[in-house]
């Protein structure tokens, strides 16, 4: 068997093993042995037919047959069950992957089982053991032979296989018992066996079977009293693990503080459908007979459903027993937490239903809990127990930050505006402690940031605090990391990013020591973004690749996996002009548009803002590399651009729609443009825009003092204008034969990108002056720097972005003499050759020789264009199929 | 005649006390149908049940408290116990089934009596008993768990227990 590679926490592949008392259900195994000759068999049948080990009975039955098993989850992602389901066998073929509880597989996994059942049958074979029909669509499946459904009819007893259940579980051959319990059990196999074992120790079982049968509730009542029947310990031990998925003998001894816990499961098990007895995927279906797989490591138990659900009732239920499990677990999970092992605490103690216990550990971990991805057990706690949570102020910070992890940011607002509202009654312990300061501000820097309140007015408090109550032993508490992660992405927000790298380096440290992964990087996702708008790209990219390294982004929080995405796709767009040999224009719309849908999420997002409106930005900018100007335009058209843009992305969105200006030729925007960064004392910036605009006019003498003035007093480095204006000069210069002058700034401009890696400022923003290539090519002859050389090399195939973007997008002219609500027209690909070439300023004849047909066709596909574009000149073709992004 | 330990089993917590005032108020009980019987409650709040010997009902033939300390302390006492001590002291310790009260039984009565639940707990002949529920306890139609009692240790419990 080939390796089956790393799979999602919480997804095992571990058999179940038939218990003695067994038996063989011949018609399934017969039907199974026809049906998987399909490439998915779905076998489907309500809770307690006997699915699970008809199965594993007939995987063992006969011929040897190797399968792969795995439980279904919800955690079972995609990768994992392609990697399980393109396992092959020694044949070569694929082997049968058998998927148990397959109505729990999420939708993301049976639509991929669905792909492929249509798309390439035969790259998998499937078992999938269902309680109920999966979402597939299935009758052409079933028609071309490739799906085979199975019901659970075939899992119903006939009256001899229910006398001997009977005969075995009951440990009587009495026909009046076995009448009793088939005829109302109709052949369901769970209720024929918990009823024969109900029945077992009675004194009258023909008076006990009776009772048993008779009402409506049958099997309600057959569960308690299985439940009733088994002993002190055994009862002990199912409540304790009511609330596992699957329990090692280690745990079972470790949550009910019982040292035989694992030989009462075996009892258990051995006595078949209470318990399943699973050993590791490592053995093969063979071994297990052999009784080998008992050890420890290798063997897992698992309760049937039904009792689990008893066990679940009498938990809701309460009374002795349920104290005495209550104490165990919680006395088992205080043990963990003591030895540092939260995993698991919270779920354990909210299953077992000790809420005091459970608000404890959030008081004092909920923050570590929240954080590290362990508190997903909050949402029951709340759901059942609110007045629980809402007794302590860092439960409420936890459920709130959980919240927010979890991108559910309508929620974590309530949650922390509860919080605020109980500070009053804050005992004064808590009021005094330097953890509930920290709390409130966080609460409060949260809350800022999800628009409730001025950062402005927040920051200064919580830095207060931080300094007051942030330092010493308490430096490494997850609190305080939590407020110094927040506060540090607060300074961003407000363009105080030395500030901010330095509270985020420090909550990188805390999360990276205190085993808080998702804070770390969460943490370095923002300092990627503060790195990338204080020019340094480079380190930006080292950042994204920690922070995305490892399953941090699956595991954990939405707005983790928000950032590490923002990230990645800032390193893609800075890798965008180098790897792009295309002109920009040339390149394909489709990615661009991906793109655009890939950050669509983002920028829909409520909540923190700066991500959204980076996000924004960025596609932008890849759509106006690609030369989509009206695109790119309609990328920043957005209300959280225009009213809610952070402070410290003002000019850099400004610049953006300056540079779009440019290449539209809208200087009355430039104009506007202009004014504005003067408003926001951005002098440079403003000299920078005013330049473009003079090459606009038709100033290049004017434009030359400009970009100088903007090389000199600009600060803003994203985009980076000092370098745009140094090129945008030494253009005009060494087209003025300067070339002295030209070498020095192109010097200037390559120092300041090189380490970055930027080559915005080389695509040509320059009207009038000489093409950069010209410019790099003197450059790599006066200087010997590989970045020149570099550039040029990616350069030379394309000519300036002003000229390529400039007969491609419509100027504010054209797009006025189009009127508004023009449908976009469906062109044939031959009247888009056309409509390209009469870009290009061909003739007919021209168009003709090319396309390699007559002058008179083309004649014909000109007039049906221009009746499509509902125009009469090419001018007014051209000006259309600007305005309408049809070039 | 067989004698059984019999536990009717309510809803309320008051269920039971209810049950016994009707009967009082009804005339009590025919001599020789209830040898002994006790009630427990367990209020929606409280943090244990608590019991209440029911003398009233007694007849000459009363095992006394010493028995019902030994059934209530062995179902319900030292479970709790365990609790206390957070361990499974009590899922291991003793049985009464020698003397004819079953663990079956006594899980029963562990989960039916919950808070906010009660029980009312007679020994007494088991066919009277059972008209006794049927017709007297009828308004409630109570669910009931019982266990029979040999005449042998029947007597052996008297042995022991009688004051």
Known sequence: MRSQGRLSPGVTTRLPVLPRKYLPRRLLWDSLEAATEAAVTMLVAPVGAGKTLGVVGWLRSGTQRSAVWVAASPDLSVDDFNRLSTQTGTDGEPQLLVIDDAHTLSGAVVADVERRLNDEPRSMHLLLISRWDLPLARLAPELRGDLAVLRGDLLRLSDDEAATLVAEHARTDSAEVCAAISTRAHGWCAAVVLAARAVAGARDPVADAQRLMSGSAVLDTIASDVFAALTARQRHLLLCLAGEEVASPALARHLSHDDDAGRLLEELESTGLLVTRYVDARQSLGDLDTGDGRSDETVTFRLHPLLVEVARRRLVAGGVDVERARATVRRAVAVDVELGESSGALRRLVAIGALDAATRLLVDHGVALALAGEADALTPLVRHHPAAVESSPICSLTVALHRWLRGDFRTARHWLHRMELATPGWSPDEECSAVGQLALAAARLLRARLGDGALEDVVPDVEESVRRFGTGTISHDPVVALVKLHLGSALIHLGRLADADLHLTQAIHVGRSSGLPALAAEAASALAMSQYLQGREHICLELAAEAARGDVAREYAATTLRGVLLARRLAVLQSVVHDQHDAPGVSSTAEAHDLAQEGAHDVAEEGDVLPGALTRLLISRSLLLRGLIADAERALDSPTIRFGVPCVLRVPVLLEQALQATLACDNEYLARLERELTALEAVGEAALVAALRAEGLGEPRVALDLFESAARCSTCVQPPVAAIALIGRAQLLFDDHRVAEAMTDLRAALATTELRRNALPFLGWSRHGAPVVALLRAGCEATRSAWCRELLETMQARPGITSVAGALTATPRERAQVTDGVVRPALSSRERDVLRELARGATYADIAASLYVSENTVKTHVSSLYAKLAVRRRSEALAVARTLALL | ?163
């Open chain 2, 1 to 163: 005649m067989t004698t059984a330990l019999t536990a009717c089993l309510f809803d309320t917590a008051d269920g039971a006390d209810n049950a016994v005032q009707r009967l009082m108020s009804e005339g009590g009980l025919a001599p020789g149908v209830v040898d002994d019987a006790v009630t427990l409650r367990w209020d929606e709040g409280a943090a244990r049940p608590c019991s209440r010997r029911r003398a009233e009902l007694s007849s000459g033939n009363a095992l006394g408290d010493g028995f019902w300390a030994l059934v209530i302390g062995l179902t319900l006492r030292v479970p709790l116990l365990g609790a206390a001590v957070g361990g499974v002291a009590g899922a291991r310790s003793g049985s009464l089934a020698e003397a004819g009260i079953d663990e079956t039984f006594m899980n029963r009565l562990r989960d039916a009596v919950t808070p906010g639940r009660s029980a009312f707990l007679v020994l007494g002949a088991r066919s009277a008993w059972g008209v006794l529920v049927g017709e007297i306890l009828r308004p409630e139609r109570p669910d009931s768990v019982a266990t029979d009692i040999s005449a042998r240790q029947l007597a052996a419990l008297h042995q022991v227990f009688s004051t």
